[in-house]
């Protein structure tokens, strides 16, 4: 055997093995990146900003658009969102309640008007309801001024009401009514931009007023008889009637019971019309075929006072009725009544007299405050338990032509306290000279600041 001839050819082999091992390498390292058995590297989401289309322009007709929610940092200290109106430019607002700082978010020019706001659940998201380009959209933007991006807008000369998100934020609700005023609540899937149809007055079923229950209730709300009637009605079901005198309930989003189900009122345009209808949509992946028995009302069968404003505690178990007329003093005296939203016995927890206004919120399963409004008299903040002890006054207006209000129409808990429980915030206009302000105060004090004030609109949108 020739053994030199073998060793030749092994190392052949040999150096031909480390040749191809040397090119594996270096493409792993080249090419590649690491090898699979290296550690791996952990990775983190950048933030994604939206594109000019998403910012800009309203997506087609009769669809959504999907929404980029990438993470923001935590932001140290509560932050108030507000919205100024200064001449025709709408400027997006924060202010810091422990610097005292104001920062602008975000300056619209006269090609776009925000019309109302409200913050996300996180507190890192602003949804607005606004007039882009002569339709009413729904827009998002961090509360950093980024990504400013536009998922939905109504058809030209259809309004929209209230636009919530839920708790998991992964869904959208929505109503629009057209000029004829049907009323059609939506869901629109924020990862996908896919719509729903929730309520839909054209569908079988709609769960609205009777025709024949409509000339008394559409009656000035002013006698205890017609009030009562109204209050203890139950809504019925009935088939589309498409007469023009056949009215429907408009029901607008109040406030997610969870991530699956909401609140709603139910209420109809018209002048002297009666009080609202609150009413539970119980489960949102259900479409308007399943209507008629989708939606819940919750009763309040046997009761002799109209709800003039509801609320519901944040774990879902009370509601919270501010009852008050303006009849005269021969009507019921006003007052804050709860109980279960189950059904059952009310409860009074707080009584005032007759012809004042009580506005009252839950800020927790425990604590109420209330707006309280006499004739003649200086408007107060007050705060209260449940049960109707450790009543306190946080603030009074300076004259009797002072109003006092929460964010308008918004029944999230951030809308009024900070979600640290230490602020409130609280819109007061002067209703002499027109004249609008925002005030923000402590909890545990008597004193409010005047953040804002000597525009010609101003509009609170929550704490983030």
């Known amino acids: 055997m020739d053994h030199s001839h073998t060793w030749r050819t092994y190392q052949h082999f040999s150096a031909l093995f480390c040749l191809l091992l040397l090119l594996s390498a270096c493409s792993q390292i080249s090419g590649n990146g690491p090898s699979s058995t290296s550690t791996p ?27 980029i929610l990438s993470p923001l940092p ?62 009413t959209a729904i827009q998002l ?30 869904s959208l609700v929505f109503n629009q009514e057209d000029q004829e005023g049907l009323s059609t609540l939506y869901l629109l899937d924020m990862a996908t931009g896919k719509l729903r149809t929730e309520l839909a007055p054209l569908q079988p ?9 409509l000339p008394a209730a559409l009656m000035s709300a002013r006698t205890p008889s017609i009030v009562h009637s109204w209050t203890t009605g139950k809504l019925t ?5 498409p007469l023009p005198s056949q009215h429907y309930l408009i029901y607008i989003p109040m406030k997610w019971a969870n991530n699956t189900s909401l609140y709603v009122f139910g209420t109809v345009r018209a002048s002297g019309a009666p009080v609202h209808q609150l009413a539970l949509l119980r489960d949102i992946r259900k479409d308007a075929t399943q209507q008629g028995s989708n939606l819940q009302l919750i009763a309040t069968t046997g009761q002799n006072f109209a709800c003039q404003d509801d609320d519901v505690t944040p774990d879902n178990t009370q ?8 009849t005269g003093p021969t009507s019921p005296p006003n007052a ?41 008299g200086l408007p107060t903040l007050w705060k209260m338990n449940t049960d109707g002890s450790g009543m306190a006054q946080l603030m009074v207006a300076r004259s009797t032509d002072m109003d006092l209000a929460f964010a308008s129409s918004s029944y ?3 809308s009024i306290t900070s979600r640290d429980g230490k602020y409130y915030a609280l819109s007061m206009s002067n209703m002499t000279s027109n004249a609008s302000s925002l005030l923000v105060g402590d909890l545990n004090s008597v004193q409010a600041k005047t953040i804002a004030s000597g525009v010609a609109s101003l509009l609170l949108a929550g704490w983030a």
């Open 41 to 67: 590297t952990q990775t983190t989401t950048s933030p994604s900003a939206s594109t000019p289309e998403q910012a800009q322009t309203c997506p087609a007709q009769a669809t959504g658009r999907s929404a």
């Open 319 to 326: 509601l919270v009725c501010s009852a008050y007329t303006f």
């Open 336 to 376: 804050i009544k709860m109980w279960p939203i189950t059904g059952g016995s009310y409860r009074t927890v707080y009584q005032g007299k007759p012809g004042e206004r009580i506005i009252a919120r839950a800020i927790s399963n425990s604590t109420l405050i209330f707006l309280y409004n006499q004739d003649n």
């Open 141 to 170: 933007i961090r509360v950093n001024g980024q990504q400013l991006q536009t998922v939905y807008c109504a058809p030209a000369q259809d309004t929209i009401d209230d636009v919530l998100l839920s708790p998991d934020q992964h």
């Open 74 to 135: 935590s932001i140290n200290h509560p932050n108030l969102v507000y919205v100024s109106q200064q001449g025709d430019t709408s400027v997006l607002q924060r202010y810091d309640a422990v610097t005292g700082a104001h920062q602008t978010i975000l300056r619209f020019q006269a090609s776009e008007t925000i019309q109302k706001a409200n913050v996300s659940p996180d507190g890192q998201w602003i949804l607005l309801r606004a007039l882009l380009q002569g339709q």
């Open 412 to 414: 999230l808990p951030w």
């Open 205 to 213: 079923n709609y769960p609205g007023i009777a025709q024949e229950q």
């Open 237 to 241: 079901l009935h088939p589309f009637n």
